[in-house]
């Protein structure tokens, strides 16, 4: 093998190469970490061509190019990924059966890349691979967090949470680009100079950037993903250092590295910490001014910049990035001021994820003017215009001492938008009312989708083969062609085969738990999955109650003809919500107490598996018979994992909330275990008196589960353990638990009917797997194009 010559034709004569030039080991002492490495090498050589080819076609059309800045980017694992939208899969396959290695294990060595917390996230990660599949030019921004979401695991049924750290190992995917840098102020105040106003920070902070290649399938185009890191501008006192304070001497890199430490687990709750809003303005401000420097480089004139950038917020959490932009053209650049808000409002559009209260972004203007002082000026003048604008408005930007990010992401945006059809709705009604009357255009809808290629293609193997050896591979980009799959559902020997790739994703479910959990699952139970964040809108606990009757149930009546099920679980908790993790406790201990009852436990059985990752959902969605999405309606602001279920042909039990509304439109009612009050019902129902005790007084099988868990069935040794949980649910049960408790009891047995007719679950699970296509990110990813950004796809003249 020659040194100088990285094979490009074949990936087993590159993996051979990079093992011994690139990580300078000899092939008979490599370990699967260094094979690992080598193969995601070779694997990276196959993306930089393209990837520079993509960068170059986009500066030659001097096209417009999308920004989409997000806090969190949910990528998870990278190499099967890029291995699949090369379209290397077989010969990498084949390359690493003939090191004598396991491909899958292989695989499974990189650690998951958790930059994110859940849902907002993982979306950010599908749209970044949609967009390239599409081949729109196009960049996200985020953070390089050094700690990830943390590693759960449980200790007597409680989760014990760890630090995640994935860069430990050596992050293949990423080129460091340290000439890439800004440097970044904070706090000061603003002084003036000839009469205008000049912000003389306090203290500076570089950010670093590092490059994601992230290439679509099938490998023809290729964007950018740069992640910041933040480090210090002057990274070691030596006269610190030279009057022995040897620590002192490297205070500021760590102060600087502090700000790229650790992802915030919070999900749908702000905290109001000032790290929080430094992380913020930190990534906000680095895209900002690269946003402006690459503009720049290739045109000029800012009065431009709309036609040729367009910004996405993903949420609030970059909504900074708009004053700062309007900042730098204002104070830095001279534009008028109104025509540099104009600009920003242009250029800035914005994403809304959630309606519940307590994750509105709002920071008090005390900790906001002494870490931004120039930038709350320039909101006072923006709330200023607003105010003169439409004098009859009801709230600001400013309000009560606090600034709202909501209501600036608002003024700042050319389009607003919310993440499935009722979530739109409702903002149009309840936060942005007022808002949508005097902008009654800006709000528009774009539901959200998932990418089909980890999510199918990548994730289920078995399947794909079925629906390519059906239907070709056109649904592997065009996801609606699954349509074409409907007239086989009548095909009992398709149907058959469609039942037994479901079958074997469950067998090879049921191996993987008994050894890596020591859990043996009966692999012809209905697998019945709720995996996701733990939070009180999302009713774990209405699931577990659920549980706790049909055993007590099963327990009355032995003879009843009870199908064997399993009710998987996985999730985090926010380490600070309580009551959370109390549910989680207490699906452990009744899990604990219904697994080791033998009149049972050959029908019912109950798990959580720890740490819920992307690697762990790619794992058991395409196991899963029963797709739970039980949310109170109004709550969800779209779901995507109810979508990655519905892919991968597990019918839904849900409520009407999110993006369930659509999932069930498409896929027709009499395949979806419909069950709950509406969200407008759920509003009427919180003003009724005691609405959880006339429901509990209504329906004994819910008295009686409460009853077990108040009077310490599963907790015998401490009966008042969930005595937090028994009084929510008793008292003002604002999620509305026990209101729906009766109606998901009855859907679910209606579950329990329809999976007795085996064949007739298959073809309702095969409906849903056909009429899924509309759910893929590439189609949310036009939508944004063509409504939002006014961008065009580079590829081939879409
Ligand atoms: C999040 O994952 C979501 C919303 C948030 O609001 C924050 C986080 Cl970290 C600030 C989720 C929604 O809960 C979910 O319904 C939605 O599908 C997802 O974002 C993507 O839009």
Redesign the pocket.
Known sequence: MARDDPPKSGIRDAILWHLTYTLGKDPDHAQLFDWRLALSHAVRDRIVDRWMESARATRRAGARRVYYLSM?FLIGRLLQDNIVNLQLADETQAAVDSFGLDYRALLLDEPDAALG?????R?AACFMESLATIGCPAHGYGIRYEHGLFRQSFAAGRQVEAPEDWLVQPFVWQFERPEARFTLGFGGHVATHQGKPVWEPESFVQSEAFDVPVIGWPGNWANTLRLWAGRAVDPFDLSRFNAGDFTAAAEAEALARTISRVLYPQ??TEKGKRLRLTQEYFFSAASIRDILRRFEGEHGDLRLLPRKVAIQLN?THPAIAGPELLRILHDERGLPFDEALDITRACVNYTN??LLPE?LESWGEGLFSDLLPRHLQIIERIDAADARAHPDRRGGARDQGRVRMGELAFMLSNRVNG?SALHTGLMKTTVFADRHRLHPDRIVNQT?GVTPRRWLLGCNPRLSRLICETIGRGWIADLEQLQRLEPHVADDGWLGRFAAAKAANKADLCDWTLREHGVALAPDAIFDVQIKRIHEYKRQHLNILEAIALWQAMRDDPGAGWPTRVKIFAGKAAPGYVLAKQIIRLINDVAAVVNADPATNERLQILYLPNYNVTLAERLIPAADLSEQISTAGK?????GNMKFALNGAPTIGTLD?ANVEIRERVGAENFFLFGLTAEEAEARRLVPDHAGRAIAADPRLARAIEAIRSGSFSPDEPDRYGDIVANLTGADYFLVCSDFADYWRAQRQVDRAYADRDGWARMAARNLARSGWFSSDRAIRGYMQDIWGAQSLLGRE
């Open positions: 969190e917390n859940g849902g907002l996230g979306l999900d749908s949420d994820h959630t994750a993440v959200n969800e602001a779209s779901g995507t999110g």
